[in-house]
């Protein structure tokens, strides 16, 4: 009966307060998707930053005239050029790319945009030597070395770009996150408000059962489960809209990027993932706030 009157008495405060109730399962919903959001681009840096790991490369470029006039890379001075890469301390492979081939990886790579495709053109794309390292963090040695050098246009280090492109990424998750905070902020004050209501439009009934010797804590109990609930109902909406965000918008947005390779893709499996954290800081969020509002506002 005691468990039964519980949870009476909670559908009794949620309907009763239906308005708030609902401003701040929206409110809630909001805070944790922006949180989901956050969580997502974390789980999608990890894995660019792993896919890219092992395949991170130095770009020796070699300039117009030896492009153009040396395609097997058996004249000086690539063939030089080439011998002394090969020999440097720390290098693990060198592969060395001319200049169609170099346009047919182009066109792989962005095979998903033809507008693109259509204005480039083979003169454009440099003969390269495509250098693996040992250690994918010691691109100073080649940059140092060659840089400068008879026949090479420049040093591109692809670990600089993507040190640029991960802080571009990092950049968006700390916006997501901190938006999730100020809309956290603003769930923790209309929780804070519904308890105060809900307790003061019921506090004729809460009197009599103290007076009739209901302790304190048995009091409090629906209006703390108020507020889980209604955090609960936030989470399931906020991962509600995580599925459809990516069904509608994110897939669509992000495709050229995914099936080129250059992203990758966040699938259902991520949105699960990061679903139990969403529920959890709900359900924390709603229980702490609603104890500490009965604690000091509410004498139930």
């Known amino acids: 009966m005691r468990t039964s009157f519980v949870f009476s008495e909670v559908i009794t405060g949620l309907r009763r307060n239906v308005t708030m109730t609902i401003a701040m399962i929206l409110t809630t919903a909001i805070s944790l998707g922006l949180l989901g959001g956050g969580l997502l681009v974390v789980r999608m840096v990890d894995k660019m930053q792993a896919n890219y790991a092992g395949k991170l490369e130095v770009s020796v470029l070699l300039t117009n005239d030896v492009s153009a006039n040396d395609k097997d890379c058996t004249q000086q001075p690539c063939a030089?050029?080439?011998?002394?890469?090969?020999?440097?301390?720390g290098v693990e492979t060198v592969v060395f790319q001319n200049r169609d081939e170099g346009f047919e990886r182009f066109k792989r790579i962005f095979e998903a945009q033809p507008e693109l495709l259509k204005l480039?053109?083979?003169?454009?794309?440099?003969?390269?030597?495509?250098?693996?390292?040992?250690d994918p963090e010691r691109t100073d040695v080649i940059k140092t070395a060659f840089e400068g050098k008879p026949g090479v246009k420049g040093v591109d280090d692809q670990g600089k770009f993507l040190e640029r492109f991960f802080e571009g990424l990092n950049g968006m998750r700390d916006v997501a996150l901190i938006l999730a905070l100020i809309q956290a902020f603003a769930a923790l004050l209309l929780i804070s408000n519904t308890i105060q209501v809900s307790a003061f439009t019921r506090r004729v009934e809460v009197g009599i059962m103290r007076l009739v010797g209901a302790t304190r804590w048995y009091t409090q109990l629906?209006?703390?489960?108020?507020?889980?609930?209604?955090?609960?109902?936030?989470?399931?909406?906020?991962?509600?809209?995580?599925?459809?965000?990516?069904?509608?918008?994110?897939?669509?947005?992000?495709?050229?990027?995914?099936?080129?390779?250059?992203?990758p893709p966040i699938g259902y499996l991520d949105i699960l993932i990061v679903s139990p954290w969403l529920f959890l800081v709900a359900i924390v969020i709603s229980a702490t706030t609603g104890y500490v509002t009965?604690?000091?506002y509410v004498r139930l």
């Open 294 to 296: 009965l604690r000091l």
């Open 120 to 134: 480039a053109r083979p003169e454009a794309i440099p003969a390269t030597f495509r250098v693996k390292l040992e």
């Open 222 to 263: 629906p209006f703390l489960i108020e507020a889980v609930v209604a955090g609960i109902i936030g989470s399931v909406t906020a991962v509600g809209g995580l599925v459809l965000f990516k069904a509608f918008f994110l897939d669509r947005i992000t495709r050229n990027l995914t099936e080129s390779g250059i992203i």
């Open 80 to 89: 030089g050029l080439r011998k002394d890469l090969e020999s440097t301390s």
